[in-house]
């Protein structure tokens, strides 16, 4: 029998990164709990914003997260008040949730350039027009269309589950664009799960997009190019 994987997982080490970097024996369990109690309140705090990843860094003394976005004006605000207001935020988030509060917080907010080659944007796209109350088929193929438009991007899937269209049954219906190869590590495929909230019930979005395939010199020539 086959055992679905998930595809960031699945190339973990090849490459993709982990999402937080830092190590520490005696407060493990601690730092574990706060990164994903902090990572599911800013994707709450900042909906709307086209959010694409959150990285998290510990040193001794800094906490740093690095956004990733294709509206950093948005976050950032006038002058950088925005900013300064999700700092305070954060503190506050962890202080009423009796997290350790480090001595110095940074914030980096990096712009996503192309938001149609990024899965968990392009969900979030989805979401947002199903929540409009657009029908689900004119969503799914206007949004493979959009992003089939990228060079970059050599095959899309969109799976949708739940009640499409205020059916009383749920279903499950998904469409295909260009090649997605799963069980290949070199593929470099994006892939993320999201919800669209509708009164009838919540709406189940996947989405796979495959950017070709990655070799060692193509991996050492992104890396320094950051």
């Not at 493990?28 to 902090?38: G, P």
């Not at 940074?106 to 409009?132: C, D, G, Y």
Request: proline share 4%.
């Amino acid at each position: 029998m086959s055992h679905a994987v998930h595809p960031y997982s699945f190339r973990l080490g090849l490459l993709r990164d982990w999402k937080s970097r830092w190590f520490n024996l005696k407060k493990y369990s601690q730092f574990i709990k706060s990164d994903i109690l902090l990572v599911e309140w800013l994707e709450k705090k900042l909906a709307g914003m086209y959010l694409e990843d959150i990285n998290i860094e510990r040193t001794p003394g800094v906490l740093h997260f690095v956004l990733k976005t294709s509206r950093p004006g948005l976050i950032i605000g006038r002058r950088g008040e925005g900013a300064e207001k999700l700092k305070k935020d954060i503190k506050k988030f962890l202080s009423k949730n009796k997290l350790e509060i480090p001595p110095e917080l940074k914030l980096t907010i990096e712009e996503v350039k192309q938001p149609e080659t990024h899965a968990k944007i392009v969900a979030q796209m989805i979401a947002e027009s199903l929540e409009r109350r657009l029908p689900f088929r004119r969503v799914m193929k206007q949004t493979m269309e959009k992003v089939m438009a990228n060079r970059e991007v050599k095959g899309i899937k969109v799976a949708l589950s739940g009640r499409l269209g205020g059916a009383e049954m749920s279903r499950r219906e998904w469409l295909k664009s260009g090649q997605i190869p799963l069980q290949n590590l070199r593929a470099d495929i994006d892939f993320t799960r999201e919800r669209a909230h509708l009164p009838y019930g919540d709406i189940g979005i996947k989405v796979w997009i495959y950017r070709g395939e990655i070799f060692t010199a193509d991996k050492k020539k992104k890396t320094s190019d950051y």
